[in-house]
């Protein structure tokens, strides 16, 4: 069975998006980098799932520009704001927002 997950990065002038697999070991599929000019990141998630025209992953984890308080970021370098709550109205079963600086951090102490 393969587990997926989708992953991103939310940054200033970009968002990098990827479903991520197990198969015995991770590996990225669909992955984009996308220049943030949509008006909100709930209509650029939309679009991108839309593409993909595939079942979606049931996991969510994005790392993102801003403090995550409560589940909830207002994103540093844009007009954006996005919470955990928001990503499960669209169909995932959990959902994990994480400063940019502590996934790094998390990431190193693997």
């Known amino acids: 069975m393969t587990r997926s997950i989708l992953v991103g990065d939310i940054g200033g002038t970009h968002v990098r998006l990827a479903i991520a697999e197990f198969k015995g070991q991770w590996y990225l599929r669909d ?3 996308i220049e943030a000019g949509s008006s909100s990141f709930q209509q650029l998630l939309s ?3 839309d593409q993909r025209g595939t079942a979606r992953p049931f ?3 994005l790392a993102v520009a801003g403090p995550v308080t409560d589940g909830a970021v207002t994103f540093t ?3 954006w704001s996005l919470s955990e709550s928001e990503l ?3 169909g995932f079963a959990r959902a994990l927002l ?3 600086f502590a996934a790094l951090a ?3 102490q693997v």
Do not use: E, G
Request: charged letters at 30%; proline letters at 0%.
């Open 31 to 33: 992955k984009q980098d």
């Open 47 to 49: 679009d991108y799932l």
């Open 59 to 61: 996991n969510i984890s």
């Open 77 to 79: 370098n844009r007009r």
């Open 88 to 90: 499960s109205a669209f």
């Open 98 to 100: 994480l400063n940019d």
């Open 106 to 108: 998390v990431a190193a």
